[in-house]
């Protein structure tokens, strides 16, 4: 019953670098996304997907890349790390358009120096 | 575009009593979905009640009911009989009804659980 799973749960980046962090469902929803949690803030949106092949912007997508190609997986992709992106990543799923319980994952922390 | 503001940074309460969370939100949606979410200092987010903004009854799970006033935009939590397990940071979340994905976050309430 693994439910939302995401990898690596800590990595630490030099400035720069690239890497993707992996989310994986086994509860075949449609929709996915990517949220990140700086200190004292809430989650904000990154980007999402309400499907195989469909992907959009959330609330701060620059600097990342995602997209879809399986319903299982929705990876998101550093392109050049900065210290602005240290932060906590949540990937988080979604039954669909009428669902309405959201499935995180346990997050993954991401430092960059 | 919907916000969501949580007014107490920070709140204390002694176990065994019960507090109040507060929640204000802005939207021009007539269908949302509101939910008060828990994170433990392990950052695992944990549902723990949602309501429906068609319901006019208010949600209930064991120890925790909200007070939604949909004219007033206002979504506050209350946790009864107060556990130290229930120490952790609040947060209260919007989401419009179908469409694509938008869950909105508040800034999030620290709770401390005091013996």
């Known amino acids: 019953n693994a439910g939302v799973t995401q990898t690596p749960k800590f990595q630490v980046l030099k400035t720069g670098q690239s890497m993707t962090l992996q989310c994986a469902q086994d509860?075949?929803?449609?929709?996915m996304s990517w949220y990140r949690q700086d200190p004292g803030m809430g989650l904000r949106l990154i980007h999402y997907s309400v499907g195989a092949g469909i992907t959009d912007q959330g609330e701060v997508p620059n600097g990342y890349n995602v997209s879809r190609s399986t319903t299982e997986d929705f990876p998101l992709r550093l392109l050049s790390a900065a210290p602005s992106q240290t932060s906590v990543y949540f990937c988080a799923t979604r039954r669909g358009p009428l669902g309405n319980t959201i499935y995180f994952g346990e997050g993954s922390w991401l430092t960059v120096v | 575009a919907q916000t969501v503001t949580q007014s107490q940074p920070e709140m204390s309460v002694q176990e065994a009593e019960t507090v109040t969370l507060s929640c204000t939100y802005d939207t021009s949606e007539s269908n949302y979905y509101l939910f008060w979410y828990k994170q433990p200092p392990s950052r695992q987010m944990i549902l723990v009640i949602r309501?429906?903004?068609?319901?006019?009854q208010n949600a209930t799970e064991n120890r925790f009911s909200v007070n939604f006033q949909k004219a007033a935009k206002s979504f506050s939590l209350k946790i009864s009989d107060s556990q130290l397990g229930d120490t952790a940071m609040y947060f209260c979340a919007f989401m419009p009804q179908g469409g694509s994905e938008k869950l909105v976050f508040g800034k999030g309430t620290k709770l401390t659980v005091n013996p």
């Open positions: 509860m075949n929803h449609e929709y």
């Open positions: 309501q429906e903004a068609y319901k006019q």
